[in-house]
């Protein structure tokens, strides 16, 4: 009798464990090295696609799939998967973002022991048949500051076991609540005041247009003299060029680098440093790491097969047309009033409320839920967030989600409302969607209505309303060659407590924004691009 069960293809090198998973649920077929007209020829007969990193799955790809559902990534990244593509054709993507999380970690406390007490240098000149000890004075991690910016998951686990060496532990991340921070015995700070203090600094982030050379010169100068870089997350993050020069000039002592921008890589400026500790990308390189990714996604693909959800789906999940069509602008709303809450508020974050008021509070919001949550975290963790994992997500930060629901909206047809409560205060921007556009309809207790221009960036300045105020500003950004390009102003009472929002052509500079601080009765001042 034929096998009427489905079909797996795997295209790159995966651990066996993970296709015997595979094996009880499903036909299974393992031909690594396919080129990519030969995986058009053959997909067309399977219903999921397995892959490490090796197979690029594009569009054509999953065009060709006409039975896919489920591609899995037995891996974090998902860089050569067209997600965009997949959603279009309706098959889910997944990969396991907690799998390799232990081996990054110990690869980083790995680097920081060798960069610490010169082990590559050492074993090399060795031998070579040249005995120098003196060469090769380390240091104690007992007693040091280790600075970790990034608390996820892989940087929570280095946490853990620093605290095993004895260490002083700094962080940031300002996603994670106070608890979650003291649980892990780790002291939450800005970035300043890690790089002041700490002998060693370890990055845990995503590589996005906030964080690419997030560490270059300016930050470089901040650093001890004695201290030592880790980079296990993702290359770009630091200046490379900037690195090199510091570490040449003294300026600090050293660095251990994981990865780069650009992989393989045979030759870089990091390789001629001898202060600069290089491996190739070997964070998830354990096979424990191999075997828990390939059970993960095993896992996943028979959860699709049998018709549930994927815990670590990547795009989200299939919604109803009617309700897509009237969630769509808003999700897009979400993703704006996310970016500015993010930036107007202090502290760490406690709580996430979310609020919806009028026409939208009788759908199903979680994919809306799902949308602030993610646009949160954009840019501090590289977990992709959707509908079924949102919840776990916040939990395992130590943040709680609360939604709240009002089917009357007295001034909108609808209004969404996002608000993070944090050690310092709470911070709410609302927003909603007329014609297609999103609106900024209120930041904390202000009406006003802003629309986010793309390219456009947002000054927020919140004072005692009195006059000669706004022509005092002007004079600062004129005086810079600023042009602003529309003004905004919500206040409590006449010559009380108010919230100027000027719209700028170009960002001003942080010497003009601490000339408006220095304007009487000026109690903020920050400067937001959307």
């Not at 769509?328 to 502290?347: N, R």
């Amino acid at each position: 009798m034929a096998d009427k069960r489905k079909k797996v293809l795997i295209t790159d090198d995966i651990s066996e464990e993970g296709i015997e998973i595979l094996r009880e649920e499903a036909q299974v077929d393992v031909k690594v090295g396919l080129e990519p007209e030969e995986i058009i020829a053959v997909i067309g007969d399977y219903e999921a696609l397995m892959v490490r990193s090796q197979t690029i799955v594009k569009a054509d790809i999953i065009k060709a799939g006409k039975k896919l559902q489920v591609i899995a990534r037995a891996g974090v990244g998902i860089d050569n998967v067209d997600v965009e593509a997949a959603t279009r054709y309706g098959v889910v993507v997944v990969n396991a973002p907690t799998g390799n999380t232990v081996s990054a970690a110990e690869h980083a406390i790995a680097l920081l022991l060798a960069s610490a007490r010169n082990i590559p240098q050492a074993n090399e000149l060795l031998k070579t048949g040249v005995w120098r000890r003196n060469d090769f004075m380390g240091t104690e991690l007992r007693g040091k500051t280790l600075g970790i910016i990034g608390l996820g998951n892989v940087g929570s686990e280095v946490a853990k076991r620093a605290q095993g060496f004895e260490m002083r532990l700094l962080g940031n991340d300002p996603l994670v609540s106070l608890e979650y921070a003291q649980k892990l015995q780790v002291e939450l700070v800005d970035l300043k005041q890690i790089l002041r203090e700490s002998d060693f600094i370890t990055l845990h982030l995503p590589l996005t247009p906030q964080t690419r050379g997030m560490i270059g010169s300016k930050e470089l100068a901040l650093c001890k003299p004695s201290v030592r870089i880790i980079n296990c997350a993702r290359g770009g993050l630091i200046d490379e060029e900037a690195l090199v020069k510091a570490i040449k000039e003294e300026k600090i002592a050293g660095a251990a680098i994981d990865v780069f921008e650009k992989e393989p890589i045979t030759e870089s400026i990091l390789f001629g440093v001898d202060n600069i500790i290089v491996t190739p990308h070997l964070g998830a390189s354990t096979t424990e790491a191999q075997i828990l990714a390939a059970r993960d996604v095993a896992e996943q693909i028979v959860d699709v097969f049998r018709g549930q959800p994927a815990r670590s789906a990547i795009n989200v999940p299939y919604i109803p047309s009617e309700t897509l069509a009237a969630l769509a602008p808003y999700m897009k709303l979400a993703t704006t009033l996310c970016k500015l809450v993010y930036k107007l508020s202090e502290g760490q974050a406690k709580t996430i409320r979310i609020k919806y008021d009028g026409d939208i509070a009788n759908y199903d919001t979680n994919a809306l839920k799902a949308a602030v949550v993610g646009g949160l975290l954009e840019g501090i963790s590289e977990e992709r967030v959707n509908i079924i994992n949102c919840n776990l997500i916040a939990a395992r930060r130590g943040l709680t989600v609360i939604e709240e629901k009002e089917a009357i909206c007295e001034n909108y047809t609808s209004l969404l409302a996002v608000e993070i409560s944090t050690n310092k205060g709470a911070c709410t921007v609302s927003g909603t969607v007329m014609h297609d556009e999103s609106h900024i309809v209120r930041v904390n207790d202000y009406w006003l209505d802003i629309v986010p221009v793309p390219g456009s960036y947002f000054l927020f300045s919140d004072h005692l309303d009195r006059p000669g105020f706004i022509g005092a500003i002007g004079k600062i950004t004129g005086d810079a060659d600023i042009n602003i390009s529309s003004m905004h102003l919500g206040r409590l009472k006449p010559r009380g407590q108010a919230l100027l929002v000027l719209t700028l052509d170009e960002p001003l500079p942080e010497k003009q924004q601490q000339q408006i601080l220095a304007i009487p009765d000026v109690y903020s001042v920050k400067l937001v691009e959307l």
